[in-house]
């Protein structure tokens, strides 16, 4: 892009400079969420620029005052400079901006849960869970249902995420799916569920591999039933868990990838499974995982085990869920 011809003052309009390129906002984007000095390459990596972009607009923003060096020598950092007028200022325009998320999310999964009896999972896929939405993009909230049920699901989820859509200014499209139809998927669309973000219920992932042929038809699912589901899951993943430890690092590893790109909300309860697995001994952790208390019974709800599961035994333990 250009710059205008006509030169504006400095002093009067420093956000020209300050947020004049995507680069910049990005790393203060960063800077105004992290308290602590970074490297320019790890500030680069969260802000997702090559390092010499990142360098050369960390070196923009040290002349405009708003982000000053600490250390010397090849272990330099940076970091905001909260002396600046208009830290404060930048900082609420970024908490503001991810606030917006987080309504937006919850209002999704305040909707799904309001159809639980009727739903087996909700979750968010395609570009926005991915964080690669362009503008005018929707966000895409994948349900899944029995079929009968599906087309009154979906359409009462249009009505109920209506006013977030006028209220927030995004499109949130519905896309249902069956068991046969998640089943039938070609591989780029498994590939999309598997990097699907829950809004409630069992990962998508999870359903990719179980076969439908010859199931039995059941009757709709309660709240009763979907609580009895979640904790039977539970108790297999706890078995697995105390027998092979490796899967408990495996889980672990797993949050930590996660809450590089998590939503606010999302980040809290995938930070209290990381201090859980780290504080827990394996028969402690094993009586937690399927406790029918507030806590558990909340954190089952977006539970980082069955990702680190192999596809053999994530089918097995649907399918082991679905006759218990």
């Avoid at 600490?70 to 830290?87: C, N, Y």
């Avoid at 159809?115 to 964080?131: I, K, M, N, R, T």
């Avoid at 999309?192 to 076969?211: D, H, K, V, Y």
């Avoid at 977006?302 to 869920?321: M, N």
Wanted: no cysteine; hydrophobic share 35%; proline share 7%.
């Amino acid at each position: 892009m250009r710059r205008p011809k006509k030169q504006q003052s400095a002093i009067r309009t420093p956000l020209n400079r300050i947020l004049g390129t995507e680069a910049n906002v990005r790393l203060l984007r960063v800077l105004t969420s992290e308290p602590h000095p970074l490297s320019r390459s790890e500030l680069g990596r969260r802000a997702g620029l090559e390092e010499k972009g990142a360098h050369l607009a960390a070196r923009r923003l040290e002349e405009e005052g708003i982000v000053r060096r600490v250390g010397t020598g090849p272990r330099q950092q940076v970091k905001l400079e909260l002396k600046h007028p208009l830290a404060g200022p930048l900082q609420k325009l970024f908490r503001e901006e991810q606030a917006r998320v987080e309504r937006v999310l919850e209002s999704l999964k305040q909707a799904v849960q309001n159809l639980a009896p009727d739903l087996d999972s909700a979750w968010v896929q395609g570009d926005f869970a991915e964080h690669l939405d362009r503008p005018g993009a929707p966000i895409v909230m994948g349900v899944l249902a029995r079929g009968a049920t599906l087309p009154r699901i979906t359409k009462a989820l249009r009505a109920v995420v209506a006013p977030t859509e006028a209220r927030e200014d995004v499109t949130v499209e519905i896309s249902g799916f069956t068991r046969p139809d998640i089943e039938v998927a070609k591989p780029d669309q498994k590939k999309e569920l598997a990097r699907a973000m829950p809004l409630f219920g069992i990962p998508p992932s999870a359903f990719t591999q179980e076969r439908m042929e010859g199931q039995r038809m059941r009757k709709p699912i309660t709240h009763s039933d979907r609580d009895k589901e979640q904790t039977f899951i539970a108790r297999e993943v706890a078995s697995r868990l105390a027998s092979n430890p490796g899967k408990r690092q495996a889980a672990k590893q797993w949050i930590r990838q996660r809450l590089e790109s998590a939503s606010e909300h999302e980040r809290g309860e995938l930070e209290e499974w990381l201090s859980i697995l780290d504080t827990m001994s394996p028969p402690r952790l094993a009586r937690f995982l399927v406790d029918q208390g507030e806590r558990a019974t909340r954190l089952r709800q977006t539970f980082p085990f069955l990702d680190i599961l192999s596809a053999d035994e994530r089918q097995e333990i649907v399918r082991k869920a679905r006759d218990e």
